[in-house]
């Protein structure tokens, strides 16, 4: 059993932090729109949703996946590498508090969800402009004991780690190999996002296939030839905040 931890979107969210794209005007209706069938989605797909209360004055709160990393045995409530971004997390420690034991970052640690990928027992850590080597060594700390082991790993020209590489299949990585190395990661099969897609390296993984954006035709095509499922989703006002598949939600093994 799933259950899907989500916020709805903030009526500031034109205000958001962006880091690599250039702001665009971003329709608050539509974008809330493609949320919620983001959530019809998560679902269909056998997910109970919890919805946190939302943060109209939080441009970013919709990107949940940033404020915790959650694992079977406990999760971690992070502090985001933009300082806008902090205030988010207590909400979401809230809501995970029935589900997890807690553990937090302090400063000077500054990670963000977005920059964790979790393969068994091996976290990846994005050394991005968010997240830096004291959170490293605070993870190392906390999660030893539960048998983790924590790598950094450098990326270039990306927000996120998970902008660059995600998981789409079992010890199958879907991959931007201009941002990041996709050696480091020694997973048994790789595809690399089409190179007129850059942005196409973020997918949700879940049982029944990937949620996948609707924006990426030709690398939808490389996965659908390895035998992947897809279920796409058009969420071009997200994406206007520099928000993907993954961000938009905090996936709960219940
Ligand atoms: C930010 O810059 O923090 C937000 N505008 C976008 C965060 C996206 N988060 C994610 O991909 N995990």
Redesign the pocket.
């Given at each position: 059993m799933k259950t899907a931890i989500l916020r709805g979107v903030s009526a500031s969210l034109g205000r958001?932090?962006?880091?690599h794209i250039a702001r665009e005007p971003i329709d608050i209706g539509i974008a809330r729109a493609q949320h919620r069938e983001y959530e019809r989605l998560l679902r269909s797909l056998g997910c109970s949703i919890v919805l946190l209360p939302e943060e109209p004055d939080l441009p970013?709160a919709v990107?949940v996946?940033?404020a915790a990393v959650v694992l079977p045995e406990l999760a971690i409530i992070t502090r985001p590498g933009?300082p806008s971004?902090r205030p988010e997390v207590s909400s979401v420690a809230a809501g995970l508090a029935r589900y997890r034991r807690l553990a937090t970052i302090e400063a000077p640690g500054t990670v963000?969800?977005?920059d964790v990928l979790v393969m068994g027992k091996t976290l990846f850590v994005g050394e991005s402009q968010r997240s830096n080597r004291h959170a490293i060594e605070q993870l190392v700390a906390l999660l030893t004991p539960s048998g983790y082991a924590v790598r950094g790993v450098p990326v270039n020209g990306c927000?996120?780690l998970?902008?660059a590489v995600t998981l789409c299949g079992q010890d199958m990585l879907l991959v931007n190999p201009a941002w990041v190395d996709p050696g480091v990661f020694g997973a048994r099969t790789v595809i690399e996002v089409d190179p007129t897609e850059p942005h196409a390296a973020n997918a949700l993984l879940l049982d029944g296939g990937i949620i996948y954006p609707a924006a990426y035709p030709r690398t939808q095509e490389r996965l659908r030839a390895r035998g992947v499922v897809l279920h796409t989703i058009d969420l071009s006002e997200l994406a206007k905040?520099?928000?993907?598949v993954?961000?938009c939600s905090l996936i709960v093994e219940t």
């Open positions: 958001c932090e962006l880091t970013d990107f996946e940033d933009a971004r963000d969800g977005g927000l996120h998970k902008s905040a520099e928000g993907a993954t961000c």
